[in-house]
């Protein structure tokens, strides 16, 4: 089942979408900050398409491809992770950013997230890229706490810096995981952020 909103069509991905991924996914610029490497040939981003994006689940579950509703291939994606963290991420392709998509995406995504009865999500960003951080918080989300990082599989230290979104009412819980395990862990000045360390809520 899809999503509509003013600009926008979010549904599953299905095989047709190798191209689009590929075209997504083989930019090094926007790859930069993505948990992969960049893709290098097609069939490697078809391969990525079969195995990771073309979920059983409903759309909101795993991966959901962005799409502008002038254009039926994909332009992006949001994805919600099955584990714990209820991690919300996204990507883009660059000519389409600046331009509020993610946001507007975002809001009807996690909307349906909400009505699933997911409690909560969390969402990180390395810390040179301030501007998901901004996403995040148009989405509803408040900055935690920042920790450091051996990436993987890129395998380079990186800051991140975790936000969080309640749906329950317990607007105290922070997910405290990633602070528990990464022993370089802090909490930054961050405007209008009143964070403290998790285990002191």
Known sequence: MALTTERLVLRRFTAEDADAVFTLLRDREVNTFLPWFPMETPKEA???LRDNLLSP???GGTYCAVCLREHPGPVGYLHLSADDSHDFGYALRKEYWHRGIVTEAGAAF??????????YITATHDVHNPRSGEVMKRLGMTYRYSYEEQWQ???????????QRNFDGQDDRTYAKYWDIYPVHFIERIENSTA?????R
């Open 196 to 200: 403290s360390p998790p285990h002191e």
């Open 110 to 119: 996690l909307e349906q997230v909400r009505k699933a009865g997911i409690p």
């Open 57 to 59: 689940g409903e759309c």
């Open 153 to 163: 599989p890129k395998n380079k230290q990186v800051v991140f810096r975790l936000y």
């Open 46 to 48: 078809g391969a990525f």
